[in-house]
């Protein structure tokens, strides 16, 4: 796990390094409804709950509809039998639609901080959705994470537990 996140904070700051137009920070916040869903033996349970989420964000404008946007997000979801607390790293493209909205691409890894023994700490999945700049500096979203990894450690074939979230919030460019 170690070696993942070396990797992707290297490719997060290798970012910088890109001829980019434009370069905008912000910080956004909003509310995650998130499901877990556990896949046994033919059977699926899932179970949801509402959390939040806040974080930072790096927007570099690699052409006038293309932008690239690394994100760095705390993430709490309290499910009856399983908190997750922890750390979501999106690293998304957005494709301008119109001067106001712009659609939204990538992969999500996300690292999991405080696992219990039979549960794996590192997760990742795909991100869609929209955001839509309400002002110069404001902006709205809405996203979907579609989780891939199967968060159960040693799991036997047809056993998985999959974490995924719809992403409701706002945020502010500097």
Avoid: H, W
């Amino acid at each position: 796990m170690k070696k993942i996140l070396f990797f992707t904070v290297l490719t997060v700051l290798g970012l910088f390094n890109l001829p980019a137009q434009e370069v905008n920070f912000g910080l956004k916040g909003g509310v995650d409804f998130a499901s877990l869903r556990l896949e046994a033996e033919g059977e699926n349970i899932s179970t949801s709950e509402t959390g939040f989420y806040i974080g930072a964000l790096v927007e570099i404008q690699l052409s006038d509809n293309f932008a690239l946007q690394p994100e760095l997000l705390y993430v709490v979801i309290d499910f009856e039998d399983m908190n997750f607390d922890y750390i979501s790293i999106p690293i998304v493209v957005k494709y301008s639609v119109s001067n106001e909205l712009d659609l939204i691409v990538g992969p999500n890894l996300g690292f999991i901080l405080d696992t219990e023994e039979g549960e794996k700490s590192f997760n990742f999945g795909l991100e869609g959705g929209a955001s839509y700049d309400i002002t110069e500096n404001f902006f709205i979203e809405a996203r979907y994470n579609l989780g891939l990894a199967n968060l159960l450690e040693d799991a036997p074939s047809g056993y998985a537990i999959k974490l995924n979230g719809f992403f409701a919030g706002i945020g502010y460019k500097f």
